[in-house]
C-alpha cells in the first residue's frame, strides 16, 4: 500500500523538524513514542502495510524493536524485505537482535520465537523461502531425554519455558510450507516427525494435546501430498521407491517399501487414501481378473474352487513353479486363499480329535478286530501312542513354527511384536508345544513302566491330580481356542466383518484397562473377608472331615460345601469373583461358630463389593466399550482399511508362498529356477542415479501441485475486510480513468483527475509482487534436510536435530550438542549475500538444463511460422527441417552464454574497457539508449521463413525489450530486406523523453556483405557484443 503524496511529505517534514528540535533540545521529540495499546509509528505502519512510511521512519533511524516479527505475523512479504535488509545492516556479530533486545516482560513475542519459526507458524510458503534463500535456520530442537548443560541449566531455571519452547520448534518443524521447501523427500520427513510427536504426546502428558494436534497436521499434509497424484505410474513409483533398492519398473513385482514405511510409523490416513487403496486392490486381485465384477455367490465358487484345489497349487510350486499353477501361487489373493484352506484344515482336524470322531466312527462301521483295538487304546490312554490325526496335527503345528520363525529371523524382534496376532500366535504354539511335550513324556513312562513290569494302566478317575496326560490336555484344549479365534483376523478382508474385528481389537484393549481397577478391587475385598472368615471356615473344614484317617462325612454335607469358601485369600477371592454373576448365595455366611457382629459386617463388606463391582465397575466397562466402538465408527472406513492394508502386505512380500504343512518339504523347483543376481558397479551407479531422479522428478511435481493448491485455496477464501477494500479501490481507480477518458475528449472535469490514484488491492498486489520477484515453487537450493543427516541412523526422530542419536548406551550429551553445532550453525535472518548466491544457483541450473523450462508454445509457433501446419495434414519434411533448426539454435545459444559469462567477468575485473577505435567512446561509457552490435548466429536459417510474413521491427521495441528474450527462445525469423542487426538504427523516441547524448554509430553493413573481420592491432582489442542482454 502506498502512502499518499500529501500524508508522505508532511510526516518527512515532521521527522526531520523533530530531528532538528533535538538538536537544539535533546530529547524534545520521541520518535520512539508508542501509543496507549503499545505500538510505536513502525508498528502501526506495519498493520497498515504502508511501506513508504516504514521506509521514511527507518531512514530516521528508530528503533525497529520486533517490527520483523510483526511484518511476519501480518505476513507483509514488502515489509518483511525491507525490514531484513535494515537489520543486516544494523546488526553486528556477536550483539542479540533487535527483537532480542527489547524488555520480554512486555515483548509480543516470547524469547524463542525467531523470524523462520514465526513464518513457519503461520504456514507462509514466500516468507519462508525469503528466509531461506537468506540462509535462515531453526535453532533445534533437543531431544526429550537430552541431559547436556544447557537443557539442565534451562529446566531449573524455567521448565514451562523449557517445554514450550520445544513445542514452538516443532510447531515450525511441521509445517507443510517448510517441509516442502527443506525437504528432498517431504513424505519420509513427515514420517519421522510423525513419530517423534507420536513419542513426546507419550512422554509429556501435559502438552499431549497439542502434540496430538501437530501429528494431525503432518498426517493431513502426507495425505494431501499423494492426493496430488494424477497417474499409477507417479503412484507406483512413489510408494515403491527405495533408497538401498534396484529403480522400479512399469509391470514388475512391487514390494512398496515407502508404504511399508507409512504403515510402521501409523499413518492411517495416508495408508487409507482411495489413491492408496486403488493401487493395493490392484495389487491384491492380480491373477483373478474380473473378480471385483463378479456377483457374491460367483465369487464364493470361485473361492471354493481354489481352496479345495490348494494340494495341486503346492506341489505346482515345489515342483514346477513356472508352470500355471505353480506361477499363480505368487498371486497375492490366490495365496491367501490357499493359505486359508491349509488353515481350515488344521482346525477341521482339531475339531475331530475333540469330538472324538475316530471312536465314533470306529463304533459304528468298525469290525470285531478295530473295536478290539478301540478298547484296548481306551484302557492305555494314559501313555498311549498318538493317533493319526494327532500326528498330522503335529506336522501342522512344526510348519506353522517354522513360518514363524521365518518371519522372526527377516523382520527382527522389534517389528515381530509389533502384530499382536503374531503374540496370539506364539502363545497358541507355546500350548501346542507343551501338549507335544507333556504327551512324549506320558509315552515315555509308559514305556518305562512296561519295560519294568510295573502296572501303569489305570482308570481315568484314578489318576494323580497332576498327571502328564491331564496337563497336556488342558494345554490342547486352551491351544485349541485361540487357533480358532484366529480366523476372525481372516475376516479382516471383509468389509462387513472388517469393522467388526477392528473394534473388537479396540474393546479387547478395554477390557484389559478395566481389568486392573477390578484385579484392585477384588483383591482389597478378597483380604478383608478372609481376614473375618478364616477361623469359621476351618471349624468347618474340620467338621466336615470328621470321620477317621481324614475321610469326608456325608453327614456334615453342608460345612463340606461352605468351607471352601473362605478358606484362604485365593478361594475368599474366587468366591468373590463368582459372585459378580450371581452364582454366589448368602448361605455360604452361615459358618459354624459365626457371631453376630462378623456376620453383619461380612455382609455389609459383600454388599459393598457387589455395589462397587456391579453397578459402577460393570457399567465403566460397557460405557468405555461403547465409546470404543463410536469412536471406531466415526472412522471405521480409515481403521479397518489400514488393518485391511496390513492383512494384504502380509502376503504381497516374496517368499512363505507355501503353507503349513508343504512348507518343510524342499523346494526343488526354485533351486532348478536360480539365477545370479551379480550386478556390475557401473550398472548399478546408473541405476541408483535414475531411481533417485526418477523418484525426485514425481516429489517436485507433487509439491509443485501441492503449493499451487495451497496458495489458490488461500485466493478462494471467503470475503472478508480486504476484499471488500480492494473492491472500493477498483471502483475509485475506474472513476478516475473514466475522468480522464473525459479531460482527453476537452471536457471540463474541474481538478477530480488531480487526485492520486489508488494503489491495487491486496490480492493484486500479491500478484505483481510474484510475478516481479520470479516467484517459484520447489526445494530451495542447499537446503538439505537428508545431507545434513547422513549420519544419522534410520530410526532417528529428529529429522533436523544432527545431535539426536538412538542408542541404548549412555551418551555424552554435551559433545552430542557441540557436534550438532559444527554440523548445523543457526542463523536467524541470514544475509543477502546467501540469496544472491542461491539465486545465481538456480539461474545456473537453469542455463545447464537441470531446471527446464516449457517453451512448447514457442516451438509451436515457430512451426506455425516455418509452414509446417500448411494443409489439412502435417508437412513432415517441414517439420524435419525446423526441428533441426531450432536444435542448431539451441547449440548456439547455449555456447554464447558461457563465453557471454567470460566476457561479463573480464568487463568487471577492467579487462574489457570498449571498442578498439580509440576515438569511440568506451563500453562503460555507452548511454543505455545505444544499441550494442549483434552478429548475426551461426545456427540461423539462411533463408526465409516459409510462411512468415517479413517482420518489422516495432517502435515500441527498444533495444532493452531485445535484451530481455532468453537464449532458449526461438528467434523470430527475418527477411532479406530487413536492416542487418549490426546496424545502429535509432530508436524513435517518445516526446517526453529527454534527448540522449549522441552516439557514434557503426558503419552499416548490406546483407550480402560477410560479417567484418577485428583488423589486427597490437592494442587491446573490443570483443564483439551481442544483444541479448545480461544473464
Given at each position: 500500500m502506498k502512502c499518499p503524496l500529501s500524508i508522505y511529505l508532511c510526516v518527512t517534514r515532521i521527522l526531520k523538524k523533530g530531528s532538528k528540535d533535538n538538536d537544539v533540545t535533546p530529547d524534545s521529540f520521541n520518535i520512539n513514542c508508542k501509543d496507549p495499546l503499545g505500538r510505536s509509528a513502525i508498528a502501526i505502519a506495519i498493520e497498515n502495510e504502508n511501506l513508504d512510511m516504514i521506509t521514511v521512519l527507518l531512514e530516521e533511524n528508530i528503533e525497529s524493536g520486533d517490527s520483523l516479527l510483526r511484518a511476519i505475523s501480518e505476513q507483509y512479504v514488502e515489509g518483511v524485505e525491507l525490514l531484513l535488509m535494515h537489520e543486516e545492516n544494523v546488526h553486528k556479530a556477536g550483539e542479540p537482535y533487535s527483537w532480542e533486545r527489547g524488555n520480554r516482560d512486555r515483548a509480543t513475542f516470547t524469547p524463542d520465537i525467531t523470524p523462520l519459526i514465526l513464518a513457519a507458524h503461520n504456514n507462509n510458503y514466500?516468507?519462508?523461502?525469503?528466509?531461506?534463500?537468506?540462509?535462515?535456520?531453526l535453532?533445534?530442537?533437543?531431544?526429550?531425554?537430552?541431559?547436556?548443560?544447557?537443557?539442565?541449566?534451562?529446566?531449573?531455571?524455567?521448565?514451562?519455558?523449557?517445554?514450550?519452547?520445544?513445542?514452538?520448534?516443532?510447531?515450525?518443524?511441521?509445517?507443510?510450507?517448510?517441509?516442502?521447501?527443506?525437504?528432498?523427500?517431504?513424505?519420509?520427513?513427515?514420517?519421522?516427525?510423525?513419530?517423534?510427536?507420536?513419542?513426546?504426546?507419550?512422554?509429556?502428558?501435559?502438552?499431549?494435546?497439542?502434540?496430538?494436534?501437530?501429528?494431525?497436521?503432518?498426517?493431513?499434509?502426507?495425505?494431501?501430498?499423494?492426493?496430488?497424484?494424477?497417474?499409477?505410474?507417479?503412484?507406483?513409483?512413489?510408494?515403491?521407491?527405495?533408497?538401498?533398492?534396484?529403480?522400479?519398473?512399469?509391470?514388475?513385482?512391487?514390494?512398496?517399501?515407502?508404504?511399508?514405511?507409512?504403515?510402521?510409523?501409523?499413518?492411517?490416513?495416508?495408508?487409507?487414501?482411495?489413491?492408496?487403496?486403488?493401487?493395493?486392490?490392484?495389487?491384491?486381485?492380480?491373477?483373478?481378473?474380473?473378480?471385483k465384477r463378479?456377483?457374491?455367490?460367483?465369487?464364493?465358487?470361485?473361492?471354493?474352487?481354489?481352496?479345495?484345489?490348494?494340494?495341486?497349487?503346492?506341489?505346482?510350486?515345489?515342483?514346477?513353479?513356472?508352470?500355471?499353477?505353480?506361477?499363480a501361487m505368487k498371486k497375492p489373493f490366490i495365496k491367501f486363499i490357499v493359505h486359508s484352506a491349509a488353515y481350515c484344515c488344521f482346525l477341521l482336524l482339531l475339531v475331530i480329535v475333540s469330538l472324538r470322531v475316530e471312536t465314533l466312527v470306529m463304533e459304528l462301521l468298525g469290525n470285531e478286530w478295530m473295536l478290539q483295538r478301540l478298547r484296548q487304546a481306551e484302557r492305555e490312554s494314559r501313555g498311549g501312542f498318538p493317533s493319526v490325526v494327532e500326528l498330522l496335527i503335529v506336522v501342522f503345528v512344526v510348519g506353522f513354527i517354522a513360518n514363524e520363525l521365518s518371519s522372526l529371523w527377516e523382520e527382527g524382534l522389534s517389528e515381530f511384536i509389533k502384530d499382536l496376532w503374531n503374540i496370539v500366535d506364539f502363545i497358541s504354539y507355546f500350548f501346542y508345544m507343551n501338549w507335544i511335550f507333556l504327551r512324549a513324556?506320558?509315552?515315555?513312562?509308559?514305556?518305562?513302566?512296561?519295560?519294568?513290569?510295573?502296572?501303569?494302566?489305570?482308570?481315568?478317575?484314578?489318576?494323580?491330580?497332576?498327571?502328564?496326560i491331564l496337563i497336556s490336555e488342558g494345554m490342547f484344549g486352551?491351544?485349541?481356542?485361540?487357533?480358532?479365534?484366529?480366523?476372525?483376523?481372516?475376516?479382516?478382508?471383509?468389509?462387513?466383518?472388517?469393522?467388526?474385528?477392528?473394534?473388537?481389537?479396540?474393546?479387547?484393549?478395554?477390557?484389559?484397562?478395566?481389568?486392573?481397577?477390578?484385579?484392585?478391587?477384588?483383591?482389597?475385598?478378597?483380604?478383608?473377608?478372609?481376614?473375618?472368615?478364616?477361623?469359621?471356615?476351618?471349624?468347618?473344614?474340620?467338621?466336615?472331615?470328621?470321620?477317621?484317617?481324614?475321610?469326608?462325612?456325608?453327614?456334615?454335607?453342608?460345612?463340606?460345601?461352605?468351607?471352601?469358601?473362605?478358606?484362604?485369600?485365593?478361594?475368599?477371592?474366587?468366591?468373590?469373583?463368582?459372585?459378580?454373576?450371581?452364582?454366589?448365595?448368602?448361605?455360604?455366611?452361615?459358618l459354624t461358630g459365626i457371631k453376630t457382629f462378623t456376620r453383619f459386617w461380612s455382609l455389609l463388606m459383600y454388599g459393598s463389593y457387589n455395589v462397587i463391582n456391579v453397578i459402577v465397575l460393570l457399567n465403566l466397562l460397557i460405557a468405555m466399550m461403547s465409546n470404543s466402538y463410536a469412536i471406531i465408527c466415526a472412522q471405521c472406513d480409515v481403521e479397518w482399511k489400514f488393518a485391511r492394508s496390513k492383512l494384504w502386505?502380509?502376503?504381497?512380500?516374496?517368499?512363505?508362498?507355501?503353507?503349513?504343512?508343504?512348507?518343510?518339504?524342499?523346494?526343488?523347483?526354485?533351486?532348478l529356477t536360480t539365477k545370479s543376481s551379480v550386478t556390475r558397479e557401473s550398472i548399478r551407479k546408473r541405476q541408483d542415479s535414475f531411481r533417485d531422479d526418477q523418484y525426485q522428478g514425481i516429489m517436485k511435481n507433487l509439491v509443485r501441485r501441492y503449493v499451487t493448491k495451497m496458495q489458490r485455496k488461500n485466493d478462494e477464501r471467503t470475503v472478508n475486510e480486504d476484499d471488500i477494500n480492494e473492491v472500493k479501490q477498483d471502483i475509485s481507480s475506474f472513476r478516475y480513468e473514466l475522468l480522464n477518458v473525459l479531460r482527453m475528449n476537452n471536457m471540463n472535469t474541474g481538478t477530480a483527475h488531480e487526485k492520486l490514484e489508488t494503489t491495487f488491492g491486496k490480492k493484486q498486489q500479491a500478484r505483481e509482487r510474484r510475478l516481479m520477484k520470479g516467484f517459484n515453487i520447489g526445494m530451495v537450493e542447499g537446503v538439505d534436510v537428508n545431507r545434513s543427516l547422513a549420519g544419522m541412523v534410520k530410526k532417528s526422530m529428529n529429522l533436523l536435530a544432527a545431535f539426536k542419536i538412538k542408542q541404548h548406551k549412555k551418551k555424552d550429551w554435551n559433545r552430542e550438542v557441540r557436534m550438532s553445532k559444527r554440523i548445523y550453525k543457526t542463523d536467524h535472518i541470514g544475509s543477502s549475500r546467501t540469496s544472491m548466491k542461491r539465486t545465481s544457483l538456480r539461474q545456473n541450473a537453469r542455463a545447464s538444463g537441470s531446471i527446464k523450462r516449457s517453451n512448447a508454445w514457442k516451438t509451436v509457433q515457430y512451426y506455425q511460422r516455418s509452414g509446417?501446419?500448411?494443409?489439412?495434414?502435417?508437412?513432415?519434411?517441414?517439420?524435419?527441417?525446423?526441428?533441426?533448426?531450432?536444435?542448431?539454435?539451441?547449440?548456439?545459444?547455449?555456447?554464447?552464454?558461457?563465453?557471454?559469462?567470460?566476457?561479463?567477468?573480464?568487463?568487471?575485473?577492467?579487462?574489457?574497457?570498449?571498442?578498439?577505435?580509440p576515438s569511440s567512446p568506451t563500453t562503460d561509457q555507452q548511454p543505455r539508449s545505444a544499441t550494442p552490435s549483434k552478429q548475426p548466429s551461426a545456427a540461423a536459417p539462411d533463408k526465409q521463413p516459409r510462411t512468415a510474413a517479413p517482420s518489422k521491427q516495432s517502435p515500441a521495441q527498444t533495444p532493452a525489450n531485445q535484451q530481455k528474450q532468453t537464449p532458449s527462445e526461438p528467434a523470430p525469423a527475418k527477411s532479406p530486406s530487413q536492416p542487418p542487426p549490426n546496424s545502429a538504427a535509432p530508436a524513435p523516441k517518445s516526446p517526453s523523453q529527454p534527448p540522449a547524448k549522441p552516439v557514434t554509430p557503426a558503419p552499416a553493413k548490406s546483407p550480402s556483405q560477410p560479417p567484418l573481420k577485428p583488423a589486427a592491432s597490437s592494442g587491446p582489442k573490443s570483443p564483439t557484443f551481442k544483444s541479448q542482454g545480461w544473464l
Amino acid at each position: 500500500m502506498k502512502c499518499p503524496l500529501s500524508i508522505y511529505l508532511c510526516v518527512t517534514r515532521i521527522l526531520k523538524k523533530g530531528s532538528k528540535d533535538n538538536d537544539v533540545t535533546p530529547d524534545s521529540f520521541n520518535i520512539n513514542c508508542k501509543d496507549p495499546l503499545g505500538r510505536s509509528a513502525i508498528a502501526i505502519a506495519i498493520e497498515n502495510e504502508n511501506l513508504d512510511m516504514i521506509t521514511v521512519l527507518l531512514e530516521e533511524n528508530i528503533e525497529s524493536g520486533d517490527s520483523l516479527l510483526r511484518a511476519i505475523s501480518e505476513q507483509y512479504v514488502e515489509g518483511v524485505e525491507l525490514l531484513l535488509m535494515h537489520e543486516e545492516n544494523v546488526h553486528k556479530a556477536g550483539e542479540p537482535y533487535s527483537w532480542e533486545r527489547g524488555n520480554r516482560d512486555r515483548a509480543t513475542f516470547t524469547p524463542d520465537i525467531t523470524p523462520l519459526i514465526l513464518a513457519a507458524h503461520n504456514n507462509n510458503y514466500e516468507i519462508i523461502k525469503l528466509l531461506l534463500d537468506r540462509g535462515a535456520s531453526l535453532p533445534m530442537p533437543h531431544d526429550i531425554k537430552c541431559a547436556c548443560d544447557e537443557c539442565l541449566v534451562s529446566s531449573a531455571e524455567d521448565s514451562l519455558r523449557h517445554s514450550l519452547s520445544r513445542i514452538n520448534a516443532y510447531r515450525a518443524l511441521t509445517s507443510p510450507s517448510l517441509i516442502c521447501l527443506s525437504s528432498n523427500d517431504p513424505l519420509i520427513t513427515s514420517f519421522r516427525l510423525s513419530e517423534e510427536l507420536n513419542s513426546l504426546a507419550s512422554m509429556e502428558k501435559e502438552f499431549v494435546e497439542d502434540y496430538v494436534a501437530l501429528r494431525n497436521q503432518v498426517q493431513k499434509f502426507t495425505m494431501d501430498l499423494i492426493e496430488e497424484t494424477r497417474t499409477r505410474t507417479e503412484l507406483e513409483i512413489v510408494l515403491n521407491y527405495d533408497p538401498q533398492g534396484e529403480p522400479y519398473k512399469k509391470g514388475e513385482f512391487m514390494h512398496l517399501a515407502r508404504l511399508r514405511e507409512a504403515v510402521a510409523s501409523d499413518q492411517r490416513k495416508f495408508v487409507a487414501h482411495s489413491n492408496v487403496q486403488q493401487l493395493l486392490g490392484q495389487v491384491w486381485y492380480d491373477g483373478m481378473p474380473g473378480f471385483k465384477r463378479l456377483g457374491p455367490l460367483a465369487q464364493l465358487t470361485e473361492i471354493a474352487k481354489i481352496g479345495c484345489l490348494f494340494p495341486l497349487y503346492c506341489f505346482a510350486f515345489l515342483f514346477a513353479p513356472t508352470s500355471s499353477f505353480g506361477a499363480a501361487m505368487k498371486k497375492p489373493f490366490i495365496k491367501f486363499i490357499v493359505h486359508s484352506a491349509a488353515y481350515c484344515c488344521f482346525l477341521l482336524l482339531l475339531v475331530i480329535v475333540s469330538l472324538r470322531v475316530e471312536t465314533l466312527v470306529m463304533e459304528l462301521l468298525g469290525n470285531e478286530w478295530m473295536l478290539q483295538r478301540l478298547r484296548q487304546a481306551e484302557r492305555e490312554s494314559r501313555g498311549g501312542f498318538p493317533s493319526v490325526v494327532e500326528l498330522l496335527i503335529v506336522v501342522f503345528v512344526v510348519g506353522f513354527i517354522a513360518n514363524e520363525l521365518s518371519s522372526l529371523w527377516e523382520e527382527g524382534l522389534s517389528e515381530f511384536i509389533k502384530d499382536l496376532w503374531n503374540i496370539v500366535d506364539f502363545i497358541s504354539y507355546f500350548f501346542y508345544m507343551n501338549w507335544i511335550f507333556l504327551r512324549a513324556t506320558a509315552w515315555f513312562l509308559s514305556q518305562r513302566a512296561e519295560w519294568y513290569g510295573e502296572k501303569y494302566y489305570y482308570p481315568r478317575e484314578m489318576w494323580p491330580y497332576f498327571d502328564p496326560i491331564l496337563i497336556s490336555e488342558g494345554m490342547f484344549g486352551a491351544a485349541n481356542i485361540l487357533s480358532f479365534l484366529k480366523l476372525v483376523h481372516i475376516f479382516g478382508v471383509n468389509p462387513h466383518m472388517g469393522p467388526l474385528q477392528v473394534a473388537l481389537g479396540r474393546m479387547v484393549i478395554d477390557i484389559i484397562k478395566f481389568f486392573f481397577i477390578y484385579t484392585l478391587v477384588l483383591f482389597a475385598f478378597g483380604c478383608g473377608l478372609n481376614q473375618m472368615l478364616w477361623y469359621y471356615a476351618d471349624l468347618d473344614m474340620k467338621k466336615c472331615y470328621s470321620l477317621p484317617g481324614g475321610l469326608p462325612n456325608p453327614e456334615e454335607e453342608s460345612s463340606c460345601e461352605i468351607w471352601r469358601r473362605f478358606s484362604n485369600l485365593f478361594e475368599t477371592s474366587q468366591s468373590l469373583f463368582w459372585a459378580s454373576f450371581g452364582l454366589i448365595n448368602l448361605d455360604v455366611f452361615e459358618l459354624t461358630g459365626i457371631k453376630t457382629f462378623t456376620r453383619f459386617w461380612s455382609l455389609l463388606m459383600y454388599g459393598s463389593y457387589n455395589v462397587i463391582n456391579v453397578i459402577v465397575l460393570l457399567n465403566l466397562l460397557i460405557a468405555m466399550m461403547s465409546n470404543s466402538y463410536a469412536i471406531i465408527c466415526a472412522q471405521c472406513d480409515v481403521e479397518w482399511k489400514f488393518a485391511r492394508s496390513k492383512l494384504w502386505m502380509s502376503y504381497f512380500e516374496q517368499g512363505h508362498e507355501m503353507p503349513s504343512p508343504f512348507n518343510l518339504l524342499p523346494n526343488i523347483g526354485s533351486l532348478l529356477t536360480t539365477k545370479s543376481s551379480v550386478t556390475r558397479e557401473s550398472i548399478r551407479k546408473r541405476q541408483d542415479s535414475f531411481r533417485d531422479d526418477q523418484y525426485q522428478g514425481i516429489m517436485k511435481n507433487l509439491v509443485r501441485r501441492y503449493v499451487t493448491k495451497m496458495q489458490r485455496k488461500n485466493d478462494e477464501r471467503t470475503v472478508n475486510e480486504d476484499d471488500i477494500n480492494e473492491v472500493k479501490q477498483d471502483i475509485s481507480s475506474f472513476r478516475y480513468e473514466l475522468l480522464n477518458v473525459l479531460r482527453m475528449n476537452n471536457m471540463n472535469t474541474g481538478t477530480a483527475h488531480e487526485k492520486l490514484e489508488t494503489t491495487f488491492g491486496k490480492k493484486q498486489q500479491a500478484r505483481e509482487r510474484r510475478l516481479m520477484k520470479g516467484f517459484n515453487i520447489g526445494m530451495v537450493e542447499g537446503v538439505d534436510v537428508n545431507r545434513s543427516l547422513a549420519g544419522m541412523v534410520k530410526k532417528s526422530m529428529n529429522l533436523l536435530a544432527a545431535f539426536k542419536i538412538k542408542q541404548h548406551k549412555k551418551k555424552d550429551w554435551n559433545r552430542e550438542v557441540r557436534m550438532s553445532k559444527r554440523i548445523y550453525k543457526t542463523d536467524h535472518i541470514g544475509s543477502s549475500r546467501t540469496s544472491m548466491k542461491r539465486t545465481s544457483l538456480r539461474q545456473n541450473a537453469r542455463a545447464s538444463g537441470s531446471i527446464k523450462r516449457s517453451n512448447a508454445w514457442k516451438t509451436v509457433q515457430y512451426y506455425q511460422r516455418s509452414g509446417v501446419f500448411m494443409g489439412e495434414e502435417v508437412n513432415a519434411a517441414i517439420l524435419q527441417t525446423a526441428r533441426q533448426e531450432l536444435d542448431d539454435m539451441e547449440k548456439s545459444n547455449q555456447q554464447y552464454g558461457r563465453g557471454w559469462k567470460k566476457v561479463k567477468a573480464l568487463h568487471a575485473e577492467g579487462h574489457v574497457t570498449g571498442n578498439s577505435n580509440p576515438s569511440s567512446p568506451t563500453t562503460d561509457q555507452q548511454p543505455r539508449s545505444a544499441t550494442p552490435s549483434k552478429q548475426p548466429s551461426a545456427a540461423a536459417p539462411d533463408k526465409q521463413p516459409r510462411t512468415a510474413a517479413p517482420s518489422k521491427q516495432s517502435p515500441a521495441q527498444t533495444p532493452a525489450n531485445q535484451q530481455k528474450q532468453t537464449p532458449s527462445e526461438p528467434a523470430p525469423a527475418k527477411s532479406p530486406s530487413q536492416p542487418p542487426p549490426n546496424s545502429a538504427a535509432p530508436a524513435p523516441k517518445s516526446p517526453s523523453q529527454p534527448p540522449a547524448k549522441p552516439v557514434t554509430p557503426a558503419p552499416a553493413k548490406s546483407p550480402s556483405q560477410p560479417p567484418l573481420k577485428p583488423a589486427a592491432s597490437s592494442g587491446p582489442k573490443s570483443p564483439t557484443f551481442k544483444s541479448q542482454g545480461w544473464l
